[in-house]
């Protein structure tokens, strides 16, 4: 450790988690194991998410070099600002640009553009489907009879609620025209086979939970959607009630159910899971372990209150401290948290940097500790941060300051200490995405 900073271990780890999970590396290898006699003819490529511009690329690259035979055209949609600094020159996969968390008018126009496309398809025609993180904003398209505005509030109701991103998207992809397997049942019904290629964001790493599966099997029903509402006490003083006459419809068997397994088009449909937290865990504990670091890895399905896990990490450390007093120890996770925000309340940060103040608030008097939690995709909730951090130089920065972490845990304003005290996580869009990132280092004396 004598040669290397503890920050340099913190961020270090963190960009072995990216390097795992970058397209140019990882889809090349995916395309080469799904398709070991090449592909011919015209390709469609479409595609959503924070990774998707990275994805196109990659997949355009890759048919350049090895498919020279094949036809390629196709559109994705991205997160604004996630489109590539230096694309291919004349590239034939179209990067369109739209809203996240909260869609906007562009997330519809793409949607729609999307969905031109595959009626277009012919049934010699291929069709790769090119899915991340992100996806469920940028894939908006409403049911019939319900307003881009109406799921903009439901949006934004949905995330201050606490709801776990894999509930919020049940309720999404109830009201999608493409969500719930809907865009692949379209391309199904062209006579056309659907290859999707996935970078998994979520908790169990299932197509139907990733983007709101749009090209996947979903289990879920719509009295699982209302049941979440109500769980979470939104009804219609918070939600449209156009969306509740909708999905009450549905659970009545009056309009018809997402994708099911049961369903002839699923035998057209392979979802190819390539990337994944949990690759990207291991990853970064194996550059850990190259310094002689005692690495444990959580997991990648950690949930819940962004300040109840960092006690209950801060617990498991202290714990494997004590048993270990006189070793260097990392503490890794993936998954993803949630922030339940008070009303009247409109703080910054998301729910990493929040965990990260947590964490601090909770081990003043530690020695020795430091942490990172950041998201995959370089942004954390609604900032421009992809995170936070701190070691020794942070904590001593923010004393000099007079920082109280009680005061900004109250105000839910994370961005606002860690801006302060130099340890936000300035990434700008990683181009991929999959789930938080987070690390505890205890380096004894």
């Known amino acids: 450790m004598s040669q290397v900073s503890v920050k340099q271990i913190l961020f270090g780890a963190y960009q072995a988690a990216l390097n795992v999970a970058d397209p140019q590396i990882a889809l090349p290898k995916a395309l080469e194991k799904a398709f070991p006699d090449g592909l011919q003819g015209k390709c469609l490529v479409i595609g959503a998410g924070k990774a998707s511009a990275s994805m196109a690329d990659a997949f355009e690259k890759h048919a350049l070099s090895y498919w020279p035979q094949l036809e390629v055209s196709g559109v994705v949609v991205t997160r604004?600002?996630?489109?590539?600094?230096?694309?291919?020159?004349?590239?034939?996969?179209?990067?369109?640009?739209?809203?996240?968390?909260?869609?906007?008018?562009?997330?519809?126009?793409?949607?729609?553009?999307?969905?031109?496309?595959?009626?277009?398809?012919?049934?010699?025609?291929?069709?790769?489907?090119?899915?991340?993180?992100?996806?469920?904003?940028?894939?908006?398209?409403?049911?019939?009879?319900?307003?881009?505005?109406?799921?903009?509030?439901?949006?934004?109701?949905?995330?201050?609620?606490?709801?776990?991103?894999?509930?919020?998207?049940?309720?999404?992809?109830?009201?999608?025209?493409?969500?719930?397997?809907?865009?692949?049942?379209?391309?199904?019904?062209?006579?056309?086979?659907?290859?999707?290629?996935?970078?998994?964001?979520?908790?169990?790493?299932?197509?139907?939970?990733?983007?709101?599966?749009?090209?996947?099997?979903?289990?879920?029903?719509?009295?699982?959607?209302?049941?979440?509402?109500?769980?979470?006490?939104?009804?219609?003083?918070?939600?449209?009630?156009?969306?509740?006459?909708h999905l009450r419809a549905g659970a009545l068997g009056n309009v018809p159910e997402t994708l099911k397994e049961t369903d002839l088009e699923v035998t057209q449909i392979e979802n190819n899971v390539y990337a994944t937290a949990m690759q990207s865990l291991a990853n970064a504990a194996k550059y850990c372990d190259s310094f002689g670091i005692q690495t444990i890895v959580l997991g990648d399905r950690i949930s819940g209150e962004s300040k109840e896990q960092a006690f209950i990490q801060l617990k498991q450390i202290k714990e494997l401290q004590k048993s270990n007093p006189n070793q260097t120890i990392a503490l890794i996770s993936g998954g993803e948290t949630t922030v339940t925000i008070p009303p009247n309340v409109n703080g910054r940060g998301g729910r990493c940097a929040e965990f990260l103040l947590a964490l601090l608030d909770a081990s003043q008097g530690i020695e020795n500790l430091s942490a990172l939690a950041a998201d995959t995709d370089g942004i954390d909730g609604s900032e421009d941060n992809a995170g936070a951090y701190f070691d020794q130089d942070v904590i001593k920065k923010a004393k000099e300051l007079g920082l109280d972490t009680q005061y900004y845990l109250k105000a839910h304003d994370s961005y606002g200490f860690f801006a302060q005290a130099k340890g936000l996580v300035m990434t700008g869009p990683t181009l991929t995405n999959v789930n938080d990132f987070r690390i505890l280092l205890i380096n004894p004396k």
């Open 80 to 245: 604004y600002q996630h489109d590539l600094s230096d694309p291919l020159p004349n590239r034939k996969i179209s990067v369109l640009q739209a809203a996240h968390p909260v869609p906007d008018q562009a997330c519809v126009d793409a949607s729609k553009e999307i969905l031109k496309r595959i009626e277009k398809l012919k049934a010699s025609d291929h069709l790769i489907v090119l899915i991340s993180g992100g996806g469920s904003s940028l894939l908006t398209l409403p049911v019939d009879g319900i307003e881009l505005q109406e799921m903009q509030n439901l949006t934004q109701v949905l995330l201050k609620s606490g709801a776990p991103i894999e509930q919020m998207n049940v309720v999404r992809k109830h009201l999608s025209q493409i969500q719930g397997g809907n865009l692949a049942r379209l391309a199904v019904s062209k006579g056309v086979k659907v290859h999707a290629f996935i970078i998994s964001d979520v908790i169990g790493d299932e197509p139907a939970d990733i983007a709101s599966g749009p090209c996947a099997v979903d289990p879920s029903t719509y009295q699982d959607a209302i049941h979440i509402l109500q769980t979470y006490q939104l009804d219609e003083s918070k939600i449209s009630p156009k969306i509740l006459k």
